[in-house]
């Protein structure tokens, strides 16, 4: 009787949440018209590329819908690397993002400039896939997993890896 229960009321839970998702969720639309703030973290040994010590990085964002479930941005990301390979870098992009509405997935694409003190300069295209869970009208957390092609130097820069972000829709 005990574990039917537990059970039960285990399932009851999962149920409301996953509703209260689906309604906050259809409650905030990604409409044409609304501005989008997000920051970022990604590292944490989470990532990999080939010359790589503890890894960690920041990015900010800001962007515009340009039409339902399309949003361009920008953003300013830090990335700091415990190896004495590849130094602290700092990078610039802009970049485009397609929502899935149904279910809150996104698919983007973008492109940054990467600068190091070192005299390492690098342009590096690339995807990402996440998932915008609503906390709110307007407040999500977003996971995302995401590869950066590095034209430098392929084996050694280029990265991918795990960031949980925040975002404001408004």
Do not use: W
Request: one cysteine or more; proline letters at 2%.
């Amino acid at each position: 009787m005990g574990k039917k229960f537990v059970a039960v009321v285990a399932l009851m839970l999962m149920t409301l949440s996953a509703s209260a998702q689906y309604v906050n969720y259809r409650q905030t639309p990604f409409e044409q018209d609304k501005f989008y703030i997000g920051a970022s973290l990604s590292g944490f040994d989470l990532n990999y590329n080939g010359d790589d010590g503890f890894n960690m990085g920041v990015r900010a964002q800001l962007g515009y819908m340009l039409a339902d479930n399309v949003l361009a941005h920008t953003g300013v990301d830090y990335n700091h690397n415990g190896s004495h390979a590849i130094p602290d870098r700092l990078s610039v992009g802009v970049g485009v993002r397609y929502y899935i509405e149904q279910n809150g997935l996104f698919l983007g694409v973008n492109g940054k400039y990467v600068h190091a003190k070192s005299n390492y300069n690098d342009f590096m295209p690339g995807v990402e896939v996440g998932y915008c869970y609503f906390l709110s009208r307007t407040a999500t957390i977003e996971p995302a997993i995401y590869y950066d092609q590095s034209f430098k130097n392929h084996s050694d820069y280029s990265t991918f890896g795990f960031r949980i972000g925040f975002g404001l829709y408004f």
